[in-house]
């Protein structure tokens, strides 16, 4: 029909695309990923190149099997940037299957049973994740020391990547070679052995191990899309503030502020997962209260949880949030 | 142990209770409704139906029809004017399953408007008689015509016209009542 | 997230006298900086761009108002009109000959639709109707106005129109020339309450509308007479006349025209954001007031008349009642973009012609309107109205595919009328009409900024006029329905009271019948005796 109402070429729209948003984080995640191949490990690239084209090829499955035309669908790229998210999430070490399941979890049970992107009440990636968590609890919490890695052969790194069960098959990866963890887990098992936190040593882990970097260039990374204006500030400075205030009242005196927000993937959260449209608040002070929500319970799970990693939780379980807080709000803004 | 399971049996049971009936507070009706004696129920009805009078229904008129669907639990799919609109909204109103039009009252169709074909007209006056909204003027002996605007389409006046003057067309549009077409 | 919305508060642009002193715009919610992209200005530096064509042969004047109604003409076929005479309420010829039918003829409108219409016959003399202003000396209006420069008539003028202000609005048929075409006389008489502001619109934001700016350009003088004739007609406390930043020349030559004519109007110069132009933004950005759409400006002190309409308020006051107005031609398939003026009837395809601007091949689209509100025309050969601010020639265009809302918010950043055009689209797509009016709907001004933002490219504005016209159309039939409905009810005590009236004059003519019955009994009797003695008589 001839008839087009707003004529977008001829009022010169320069209005982002689906698509473009989606690329443009995904081009802001190359910061952190590449600290991430220097600093941890490589194989991060393995599991997210494996994990986009499954999840692209599992996403045109489920959108032939909904009936429609999956061309048009792909292209937003949204379940290529949930592929990679998931990638930078898991341990680098997980065995591919493993990472097949989750990404099957994310695109169908976390986007298409709902009804595909726009309609998925949770963020996919951190619902891939979740599953992930619970069907495969050692080999998602097991963080490969970044010498271990050098240690080992490209066959046996492949061969590690193809078993089934990284720890018990693999006898020549020592078990010290894969439980240097994470800061996070490191502060986590002293704890519970109730050794003293030695400050020095710690900070000392932290540079060393390069989490700080890696989370150096993911801020990087959200700064620009800030600047870019892709995301709005109010998610990523809320979810920030929400972990810190409690963590400053709460946390052990042994741990400095600036570790803990920069190990751990906090910054990865506040910047990439939680900022996701869809499933995040719509409204301005929604969106405050939603990040607010999302520090606050990655702090709790943080410190009181059974997990390490609090911040896929914190997501999910304020994602069940969304519709109450839009509710709300609009309650509250028809009253003004 | 047999405790404990009936300890567990008696808390979902609570729970359940007490989920249940917090639904039902939240989903009650609003206090205005809770007035529903039955004329409040015909008027609600008789102003979701089309007020077309065309009786296709079986009633003679919008209002009775209205009454039946209230006093007699008549179906609420009789109307073909109104179609599946009506029938969604009557289902709405009334909590009852939609249902699909019943064909031995008519067909859906679209918006008509009745036409005098005036040099045909013999002024028998039967049209205006027929008509159940008034639309029709004219005298005895005079041409007839339609006031577009208050004809329902209801097509009672087509059987009584002796010399077949009047047919149903598609409004035109006008500036006024036109609306932008559906995006798709 | 999306825009670059860095409204930078007015331009510095250095202001000769405190009357003109600048004044800061209080901004509104939303909008978007787009480019403004005035082809039809040329290079920017002309200051006289509008060039004038003659009228046709055959001139079609459709017989609607504002509200599309359509009114009912006061000329009769072969009647002989005079340029400026009325040829229905507030419609006047523009120019003198004969009306050669009166019939329903496509006009300017989104759905093609036909009209009644007055078409007359141009005889080319352009014989005005004689009107009482004393001051008409001249036809032609570009001498109309060569005496303005003494300011002594101009406000002998001035002064003989606020006495005479009824009457000669009503010869003048002024109507908005901002796009909504409504009747200014109506605007303005009902303004006779303690008006507060007075805003003269010279924001045009949308992107290659530029018939306000040249008008400015070439004629501030006029203008300025025009707002000093509707400062004293309204005695408005405050006169503010609102111009974007961009337009620095325009600014420039009003500057220079109020001054010369020592007007009390500011100058406000405002942001270049669409849609600064549309009257609640503009409303907002020069008195901080935000008005609810269903109430009216003019109820909180505040009435907004385009600067076009000032000019031609400054045209009937010398005598010329609107009969046209400036057109821009733009868009990026126009060969030869410039303003023109154009009597109103005058088609589309014969303005393109005379500018040098016939469509080069069928694929190009010719749009009625900006961009953004306007709309591709289904013929050319359509009559420009007071509403047609621009004719845009535009390519093919193959709209992109919607995708699914990801709920980024941005539509809402953008709305000048602060909905949420995301829910409201939900609630639209499930027809969901209580809903949409509870989001207030109606309030959307469709000035397409959602739409233009969503990166799912949804067609927000479009479907928002679709829910809106078609609200208004089931209203207007539940409206229908419910006469239809007394008019049932009439009809049936009519009838039953008929009924009732035949049942009682039967049981009269029974009752009567039945009192008469009893002394005729006998006659009854006697006559059968009688009959039944002849027979017996004549057995025997
Ligand atoms: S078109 Fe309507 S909803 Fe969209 S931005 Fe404009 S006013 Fe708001
Ligand atoms: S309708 Fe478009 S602009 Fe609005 S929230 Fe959805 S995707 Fe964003």
Redesign the interface.
């Given at each position: 029909?001839?008839?087009?109402?707003?004529?977008?070429?001829?009022?010169?729209?320069k209005?982002?695309?689906?698509q473009?948003?989606m690329l443009s984080v995904v081009l802001a995640l190359i910061p952190g990923i590449v600290a991430y191949c220097y600093f941890i490990s490589p194989l991060v690239l393995v599991n997210a190149l494996f994990a986009v084209l499954t999840a692209l090829l599992l996403e045109a499955f489920a959108i032939r099997l909904r009936g429609k035309k999956c061309m048009?669908?792909i292209q937003?790229a949204?379940i290529a940037l949930a592929a990679i998210l998931l990638a930078l999430a898991v341990p680098p070490m997980i065995p591919l299957w493993q990472l097949l399941v989750g990404v099957a979890v994310m695109v169908l049970l976390g986007k298409h049973v709902y009804g595909?992107?726009?309609?998925n009440p949770f963020n996919p990636a951190m619902v891939g994740y979740a599953a992930m968590l619970i069907s495969f609890p050692q080999s998602m919490t097991l963080w490969m020391d970044p010498l271990g890695l050098e240690n080992l052969a490209l066959v046996d790194l492949i061969q590690a990547k193809l078993t089934l069960n990284i720890v018990t098959s693999n006898p020549q990866i020592a078990w010290d070679g894969i439980t240097q963890a994470t800061p996070l887990e490191h502060i986590r098992s002293l704890k519970a052995q109730s050794q003293t936190i030695v400050l020095s040593d710690l900070i000392q882990r932290t540079m060393d191990s390069g989490w700080c970097w890696v989370n150096l260039g993911f801020l990087l990374g959200g700064l620009f899309l800030l600047f870019k204006?892709?995301?709005?500030w109010h998610i990523p400075v809320s979810v920030i503030a929400g972990y810190v205030l409690w963590a400053g009242l709460f946390s052990e005196p042994g741990l400095p502020l600036h570790l803990s927000v920069f190990s751990g993937s906090l910054i990865l959260g506040a910047f990439f997962i939680a900022t996701d449209?869809?499933t995040?608040a719509?409204?301005k002070r929604g969106r405050l209260i939603f990040g607010f929500g999302i520090g606050s319970l990655s702090f709790v799970i943080r410190e009181f949880g059974g997990y390490p990693e609090g911040i896929a939780f914190a997501v999910l379980l304020m994602n069940l949030c969304v519709p109450l807080i839009d509710h709300a709000d609009?309650q509250l803004a028809r009253r003004n | 142990m047999s405790i404990g399971i009936i300890f567990s049996l008696l808390l979902v049971l609570a729970m359940l209770i007490l989920m249940g009936s917090l639904l039902s507070y939240l989903t009650r009706p609003a206090d205005n409704a809770q007035a529903d004696s039955d004329t409040l129920m015909i008027d609600a009805v008789n102003a979701v139906l089309p007020q077309t009078q065309c009786a296709q229904c079986g009633y003679p008129g919008c209002r009775p029809y209205a009454t039946a669907i209230i006093k007699e639990h008549e179906l609420i799919n009789r109307c073909p004017p109104g179609g599946e609109r009506t029938v969604s909204q009557l289902s709405e109103l009334l909590g009852t399953p939609t249902l699909p039009i019943d064909d031995s009252c008519g067909v859906e169709k679209p918006v008509q408007l009745a036409i005098i074909d005036e040099a045909a007209c013999i002024g028998c006056t039967l049209c205006i008689h027929a008509c159940p909204v008034d639309a029709i003027v004219g005298a005895a002996k005079l041409m007839h015509t339609v006031i577009a605007e208050q004809c329902t389409g209801c097509e009672l006046c087509l059987p009584p016209c002796p010399v077949d003057c009047i047919d149903l067309v598609a409004p035109a549009p006008t500036a006024a009542n036109w609306q932008?077409?559906q995006?798709t | 997230?999306?825009?670059?919305i860095t409204s930078a508060i007015g331009l510095n642009v250095s202001l000769g006298r405190s009357a003109h002193r600048k004044t800061a715009p209080f901004g509104f919610h939303g909008g978007l900086s787009?480019?403004t992209?005035k082809r039809a200005l040329g290079d920017n530096t002309e200051l006289c761009s509008i060039i004038s064509i003659n009228p046709p042969a055959l001139l079609t004047i459709p017989l609607i108002n504002y509200r599309k109604d359509s009114v009912a003409p006061k000329v009769q076929i072969h009647e002989k009109v005079k340029r400026g005479q009325a040829l229905a309420d507030n419609i006047v010829s523009p120019v003198s000959g004969v009306v050669e039918a009166i019939e329903h003829c496509e006009i300017i409108h989104?759905g093609g639709l036909r009209a009644p219409c007055v078409v007359i016959r141009n005889d080319r003399l352009d014989t005005p109707i004689n009107t009482d202003t004393e001051y008409r000396n001249n036809k032609q209006e570009q001498q109309a106005v060569s005496h303005d420069n003494d300011n002594a008539e101009a406000q002998a003028k001035i002064a003989h129109f606020i006495a005479h202000s009824t009457t000669m609005l009503d010869q003048a048929a002024l109507v908005g020339l901002g796009g909504a075409g409504f009747p200014t006389a109506q605007k303005l008489l009902s303004s006779n309450q303690d008006l507060q502001t007075l805003i003269i619109n010279a924001a045009e934001c949308e992107?290659?509308i530029a018939c306000d700016e040249a008008l400015m350009r070439s004629s501030s003088i006029q203008i300025a007479y025009g707002i000093s004739a509707l400062s004293q007609l309204t005695q408005c406390k405050r006169c503010v006349v609102a111009i974007e930043d961009t337009k620095t020349l325009a600014i420039e030559s009003m500057r220079t025209a109020l001054d010369t004519i020592d007007s009390t109007a500011e100058l406000m110069i405002i942001p270049t954001r669409y849609p600064a132009g549309a009257e609640s933004p503009l409303i907002q950005n020069v008195t901080g007031q935000f008005i609810p759409h269903n109430e009216k400006p003019i109820n909180h002190g505040v009435i907004c008349i385009n600067v076009a309409t000032t000019y031609a308020l400054w045209q009937a006051i010398n005598g010329q009642p609107m009969d046209s107005r400036v057109v821009s031609l733009g868009?990026?398939e126009m060969p030869n973009p410039c303003n023109v003026r154009v009597r109103f009837g005058t088609p589309v395809s014969y303005v393109l012609q005379q500018t040098g601007n016939a469509p080069a091949d069928d694929t190009i689209?010719i749009?009625a309107g900006?961009?953004?509100s306007?709309?591709?025309l289904?013929s050319t050969n359509v009559p420009i109205t007071a509403m047609t601010n621009c004719i845009?020639a535009?390519a093919a265009?193959c709209?992109?595919?919607a995708?699914?809302?990801?709920?980024?918010?941005d539509c809402?950043d953008v709305c000048p009328a602060m909905l949420?055009p995301?829910?409201l689209y939900w609630y639209t797509q499930a027809a969901e009409h209580d809903k949409c009016e509870e989001l207030q709907l109606d309030a959307c001004i469709e000035c397409?900024c959602c739409?233009?933002?969503?990166?799912?490219?949804i067609?927000l504005?479009?479907t928002f006029?679709f829910a809106k016209s078609n609200a208004n159309y089931i209203k207007a039939q539940q409206q229908l329905a419910d006469d239809a409905e007394l008019r049932f009810l009439d009809r049936k005590n009519r009838l039953e009271q008929k009924e009732q009236a035949r049942q009682l004059a039967i049981e009269q003519r029974k009752e009567k019948l039945r009192s008469q019955k009893k002394p005729d009994r006998e006659k009854i009797n006697a006559a059968l005796n009688r009959i039944r003695s002849k027979r017996h008589t004549q057995k025997d």
């Open positions: 029909m001839a008839n087009i109402i707003v004529d977008r070429r001829a009022a010169g729209a209005a982002l695309s689906t473009r948003i048009p669908q937003d949204s595909g992107l726009g309609h204006r892709i995301i709005q449209p869809v995040a719509s409204s609009r | 932008w077409p995006p | 997230m999306l825009n670059k787009l480019d992209n989104p992107p290659e868009g990026a689209r749009r900006g961009p953004l306007g709309f591709d289904h845009l535009e265009l709209a992109p595919a995708q699914p809302c990801i709920r980024c918010d809402a949420q995301q829910q397409g739409d233009l933002v969503c990166p799912a490219s067609k504005t479009e006029r």
